[in-house]
């Protein structure tokens, strides 16, 4: 399995932007699809983004394509996301994900392992 840790949360204003890193240790980031979800308070846990093993596939959800971008450094073994123009419903705990595959899971009982989550707060 793959160890993740996020890190990159914060407080933030409405239309800033902020940078999750999430770093992952073990032999298995390199074949591994990695995801970023998102859980509210009362809510389930969504799907925000996800890469393949090779970066050259993503996916996003509806609601951050186009302000949010997925990026992996298979030399640093870390995933990002980059959220811009943030907005008080992106309010959330951020989750990096890992499963080692050649495909692009998009739904989270797909994925093996996660992190403790980060804490986005953006207020208008």
């Known amino acids: 399995q793959v160890q993740l840790v996020e890190s990159g949360g914060g407080l933030v204003q409405a239309g800033g932007s902020l940078r999750l890193s999430c770093a992952a240790s073990?032999?298995?980031?390199?074949?591994?699809?990695m995801g970023w979800f998102r859980q509210a308070p009362g809510k389930e846990r969504e799907l925000v983004a996800t890469i393949a093993w090779s970066g050259g596939l993503t996916y996003y959800t509806a609601s951050v394509k186009g302000r949010f971008t997925i990026s992996r450094d298979t030399g640093k073994n870390t995933v990002y996301l980059q959220m811009n123009s943030l907005k008080p419903e992106d309010t959330a705990v951020y989750y990096c994900a890992a499963k080692p595959s050649y495909d692009l899971p998009i739904d989270s009982a797909d994925f093996a392992s996660w992190g403790q989550g980060t804490q986005v707060t953006v207020f208008s």
């Open positions: 073990g032999s298995t980031f390199s074949r591994s699809a």
